[in-house]
Nanobody, 130 residues
Framework: QVQLVESGGGPVQAGGSPRLSCIPS????????VGWFRQAPGKEREGVGA????????YYAGSMKGRFTISQDTAKDTLYLDMNNLKPEDTAMYYC???????????????????????WGQGTQVTVSS
């Protein structure tokens, strides 16, 4: 059973650059797709980006490019979402999600589609104040 634990959320001043962490467990393959998503109150969930754990390739939603960076530290089995120059509209619950054992173009094709993921973390709240 795959489990995901996010951390790093909290109150942030506008312009801040926090880092969120996602620690997955239970992977039986080195090739998995892990995505970051967010959901603001009253809004639909949106994809931020995704990372292929096997090769480290990353994929981002167009609106997220430039301010959000996904990376992994394989020694720590941890994935990160670095956020830069946050704005109040970035306030949301941030989630990581995982689809284990993905091959080929799965992550590039479905990595930003939340409904394609089987496993989700509990989320971590980021609140940006102006």
């Amino acid at each position: 059973q795959v489990q995901l634990v996010e951390s790093g959320g909290g109150p942030v001043q506008a312009g801040g650059s926090p880092r969120l962490s996602c620690i997955p467990s239970g992977f039986t393959s080195s090739r998995n797709c892990v995505g970051w998503f967010r959901q603001a109150p009253g809004k639909e969930r949106e994809g931020v980006g995704a990372l292929e754990t096997g090769g480290g390739s990353t994929y981002y939603a167009g609106s997220m490019k430039g301010r959000f960076t996904i990376s992994q530290d394989t020694a720590k089995d941890t994935l990160y979402l670095d956020m830069n120059n946050l704005k109040p509209e970035d306030t949301a619950m941030y989630y990581c999600a995982a689809e284990p054992g993905t091959w080929g173009a799965w992550c590039s094709t479905f990595g930003l589609t939340g409904s394609r993921y089987t496993y989700w973390g509990q989320g971590t709240q980021v609140t940006v104040s102006s």
